[in-house]
């Protein structure tokens, strides 16, 4: 309970203050190697397991953005086979601070400078209402621990309400990709898919030559 509520308190300042110092620049040799490799690994796993079609207006939404380091990526990825296109990214807690005092929001800005027609939204996906073509969502909250190890208070643990939600958001013949972290991550996502009777196929562990995580990762591919 006291975790719960330290979150709570934690959350309403940060998003009530939205205290960040301004113009993040990356200048951490490591740090700019491992974001260009996370990228290209991003770039990679899109590419090999979504089924691009070309269409105009291509909307797509990153679901839980965190400072969108991998934004490049996702950007390689559609600019590879469409000029005319929207990325979204929407995160929840957009204005927690790091260490050095930048914010989340004021990270991804950095990230995001370069790439036209991206967007940042810091907020709550279930306020979202538009229609997307594809959606990106890797790591979603499926067990309550790991909400509350990333300090978000619990009452923003609603797994299904959010699943749900996503899918409502997709266009006909529209595309979600979901990565999940762990086998039991991921079989908790397939029963959340089968609870709402959400079709979908499962890619089994994603892997690729760009990057490898400590932790297995497996994808679920969701098609309207």
């Not at 979150?7 to 620049?25: E, G, V």
């Not at 609870?195 to 591919?221: M, T």
Request: net charge positive; charged share 30%; aromatic share 18%.
């Amino acid at each position: 309970m006291f975790e719960d509520l330290k979150n709570s308190i934690d959350f309403f300042l940060s998003n009530t203050t939205r205290f960040s110092r301004k113009n993040f620049i990356e200048k951490n040799p490591k740090i700019i190697e491992r974001t260009q490799s996370e990228n290209d690994y991003t770039f990679d796993i899109l590419s090999r397991y979504l089924k691009p079609t070309t269409k105009p207006n291509i909307k797509s939404l990153d679901i839980g953005s965190k400072n969108w380091f991998y934004a490049k990526g996702e950007y390689r990825f559609l600019n590879n086979f469409s000029n005319d296109f929207i990325l979204d990214g929407v995160e929840l807690d957009a204005y927690r601070l790091y260490i050095n005092f930048y914010s989340r929001f004021e990270t991804a800005k950095f990230h995001i400078k370069e790439l036209k027609n991206t967007n940042y939204i810091a907020g709550n996906l279930l306020d979202i209402n538009k229609k997307y073509d594809y959606i990106f969502w890797f790591l979603p909250f499926v067990f309550i621990e790991p909400l509350v190890k990333w300090k978000l208070p619990k009452r923003y643990f609603c797994p299904e309400k959010l699943l749900e939600h996503a899918y409502s958001l997709l266009e006909k013949a529209g595309q979600m990709l979901i990565i999940n972290q762990g086998e039991l991550e991921a079989d908790e996502q397939k029963k959340l898919l089968e609870k709402l009777s959400i079709p979908y196929q499962y890619l089994g562990e994603i892997q690729s030559s760009y990057f490898e995580y400590k932790h297995k990762r497996f994808g679920f591919l969701v098609q309207k």
